[in-house]
């Protein structure tokens, strides 16, 4: 089984609102991942959980406020949000980070800021 | 810092012929790992096949084969037997050991004509 699952499918927000997405996997990997991707461009990675603690942090805006409550759950909090942040975030997990094993990959929050 | 190259916008193949994506990187570590991945309309991520930098041979996954020259750091992907539902956005990836980064490259969108 190499399911991640991500809710909500879909979310639309203001810019005063705070929303959270959420990333479940329960394939025992110990590395997870936050994405963004604009549309007709390539994912740019955001954040890096290892064994639950972040361990990479891609210089971003403190309005996306990541967490990992256990090994199975990733959490990304949103607040303050701006238009441009208008995206498809995935959520990522593998066995372990680095070089030598396959992400997998959620299928997406659609978000929309207004 | 490290870099994915597809130069191939887009791409057209005939049902049941097989066809070569292209990917070059460049990376000052030692140590990485190259991944394709298959992205349709739907968003999601789909992972095809992996190379370790220190793997002797070419990965090969069912219908798809990497063909890995590391001299000329080239990680093309080979998919034989197209099917219509090939028919997507290809990435090519690469996560570097010591830069602990994962790249995407701008991806090649496939597209195969019954």
């Known amino acids: 089984d190499t399911e991640v699952t991500q809710t909500p499918k879909h979310l639309v927000m203001g810019m005063t609102n705070k929303k959270s997405l959420k990333c479940e996997q329960h394939?025992?990997?110990?590395?997870m991942y936050w994405y963004k991707q604009k549309a007709k461009k390539p994912p740019e990675l955001m954040f890096v959980?290892?064994?639950?603690?972040?361990?990479i942090n891609e210089s971003v805006p403190s309005r996306f406020s990541p967490e990992c409550p256990n090994s199975s759950l990733l959490n990304l909090h949103l607040h303050a949000l701006q238009p441009e942040d208008s995206a498809l975030y995935l959520c990522?997990?593998?066995?372990?980070?680095?070089?030598?094993?396959?992400?997998?990959f959620g299928p997406g929050t659609r978000l929309l800021v207004l | 810092a490290q870099k994915i190259t597809q130069t191939q916008p887009g791409m057209f193949v005939q049902e049941k012929e097989a066809v070569t994506l292209d990917c070059t990187y460049d990376?000052?570590?030692?140590?990485?790992?190259l991944f394709w991945y298959k992205q349709p309309s739907s968003g999601e991520m789909i992972f095809l096949i992996y190379q370790g930098s220190y793997d002797q041979q070419n990965a090969t996954e069912g219908r798809y084969s990497l063909n890995f020259q590391k001299a000329r750091k080239s990680a093309n992907l080979v998919i034989s037997a197209s099917q219509l539902g090939d028919s997507a956005m290809y990435f090519c990836?690469?996560?570097?050991?010591?830069?602990?980064?994962?790249?995407f490259g701008p991806g090649t969108r496939l597209s195969v004509l019954p």
């Open positions: 990522a997990s593998s066995q372990r980070p680095g070089a030598r094993g396959a992400q997998y």
């Open positions: 990376t000052s570590d030692p140590s990485y790992g």
């Open positions: 990836a690469m996560w570097g050991d010591y830069g602990q980064n994962f790249v």
């Open positions: 959980y290892s064994y639950e603690k972040l361990s």
């Open positions: 394939m025992g990997h110990r590395a």
